[in-house]
């Protein structure tokens, strides 16, 4: 663990996955196994099923760490190949590639040997032959647990708040398209595992908070963990927070009251707004990986945010007064679902006294592909807007001639509590919108989504 970088004094490094990577596994390494790597790998689901993994580590006494070993075949530097020996039967052995702000690192293989190029350069496929084949070069006691391996597997370990199935999905495919060639009976399963960085904090939280008697130097540990991926972003989603009641302006100050106090009012206030925006990131990437998960792919670019302002005449328009996110499928791009978090109302049809999510389901006309868009923003609100009708009267259907229709419902923040609730009231509902399956969308969510009327009382 760099206690340097907890305190913000390697700006220049925080972003490198190597760093990430040491500070998490070491401070595994010299936790008890059973404590921190084990509760880890329990988190990690499986490539195909996306099920945790299925297989009793109660036996393991030890774990090995070898960081960055070289490979002899495919000559790959995976990030570690981990051992776990067991008390009465042989070793485990995993390797693991971890990303944090970067793609898997595949290689163009055109130009090597015929077979160099079996897995198309993939770089965690690659990295899984290599396991399965024992191909390593490391020190001789770490040689001979490798060879004993008989059960392998292969942990991707990145920042998505869910498991990214188009990333993944690349894999399966090179693996089953030859997976008699490389060691593997047909009938053998892929042991191919994902896990993410926010999965650290959750194991050193729940080793804090139900571990009674852990030494003083392991809580530490566990401390300085949870403090560095709070830091980095990586920590699971966890709604939004109740703003400090502090931040707002008094109604007067006394005289010999600190010098300067409307000023650091003022930055409190600042310091809130951007602890809201923050959340709201970390929302719509929850959002977004979610979908990804399902198979949907996101459309319009990574903006979330039009009709801003810099001019000093129209701060109304330097408010992030609302983000969008959009979804299609690759098999119909002209229809699919979108988010928009509404903070204020920009057009004057809606005066709305809380912020609240609008989730709509959205099908263009005309063959035009789905993209982010003002009539999705005023989606179920606008002068068009009407209640889709009787039996769902908390969902709202907006028509625009000649362009689009949506069916939309509106979500207060204080439901999306955690990843779970999310996935419960966006995720799963929407999808049964697309599937035309209106009434089970509905049940989803009735009891939670607002009115209109609701909105703005």
């Known amino acids: 663990m760099t206690i340097a970088e907890i305190h913000g004094k390697l700006p220049e490094y925080e972003g490198m996955e190597d760093l990430l990577t040491s500070d998490v596994f070491s401070t595994f390494k010299y936790l008890p196994v059973e404590l921190a790597f084990i509760p880890f790998l329990k988190r990690a689901v499986n490539f195909c099923t996306g099920e945790t993994i299925n297989y009793s580590f109660d036996d393991v006494i030890k774990a090995d760490y070898i960081f960055w070993p070289k490979t002899s075949y495919f000559k790959r530097e995976p990030d570690l190949l981990i051992l776990l020996t067991r008390r009465n039967q042989s070793p485990i052995s995993i390797v693991v590639e971890a990303k944090y702000r970067s793609g898997k690192s595949?290689?163009?293989?055109?130009?090597?040997?015929?077979?160099?190029?079996?897995?198309?350069?993939?770089?965690?496929?690659?990295?899984?032959?290599?396991?399965?084949?024992?191909?390593?070069?490391?020190?001789?006691?770490?040689?001979?647990?490798?060879?004993?391996?008989?059960?392998?597997?292969?942990?991707f370990v990145t920042a998505h708040d869910a498991l990214p199935k188009n990333v993944t999905n690349e894999t399966e495919k090179v693996f089953h398209k030859i997976k008699n060639k490389i060691g593997l009976r047909s009938e053998d399963t892929l042991h191919l595992y994902w896990v993410n960085w926010q999965a650290a904090w959750s194991v050193a939280d729940e080793a804090l908070n139900n571990e009674a008697n852990i030494p003083l130097g392991f809580k530490l540990m566990l401390e300085d963990l949870k403090v560095l991926l709070e830091r980095k972003g990586l920590r699971p989603f966890s709604g939004f927070s109740q703003p400090n009641q502090n931040v707002l302006f008094k109604d007067f100050y006394f005289w010999g009251e600190e010098k300067m106090k409307l000023g650091k009012e003022i930055k409190n206030i600042y310091d809130a707004m951007l602890k809201i925006c923050t959340e709201a990131s970390h929302f719509i990437s929850v959002v977004n990986d979610l979908f990804v998960k399902y198979g949907w792919n996101p459309v319009g670019g990574n903006g979330v945010m039009w009709d801003r302002s810099t001019h000093h005449a129209q701060p109304r328009f330097w408010l992030p007064y609302f983000q969008q996110r959009v979804f299609a499928t690759e098999q119909d791009p002209t229809k699919g679902v979108g988010i928009n978090i509404i903070f204020d109302e920009a057009y004057g049809n809606l005066t709305n006294t809380i912020p609240f999510v609008s989730c709509c389901y959205i099908e263009t006309e005309n063959s035009i592909p789905l993209n982010k868009c003002d009539e999705i923003y005023c989606a179920g609100w606008s002068e068009t807007s009407e209640v889709l009708d009787e039996k769902h009267s908390k969902l709202y259907q907006t028509i625009h001639p000649n362009r689009m229709s949506i069916v939309n419902y509106f979500l207060p923040l204080d439901v999306l509590s955690n990843q779970q609730a999310v996935e419960s009231y966006i995720i799963k509902p929407l999808i049964e919108l697309y599937k035309g399956n209106t009434t089970k969308a509905y049940e989803l969510i009735q009891s939670v989504c607002l009115t209109r009327e609701e909105l703005s009382s």
Do not use: C
């Open 106 to 155: 595949n290689v163009n293989r055109e130009n090597d040997l015929q077979e160099l190029q079996l897995l198309d350069g993939d770089q965690l496929a690659e990295q899984y032959y290599e396991l399965v084949n024992k191909n390593f070069n490391i020190a001789q006691p770490y040689k001979e647990l490798l060879m004993e391996s008989k059960d392998r597997f292969l942990l």
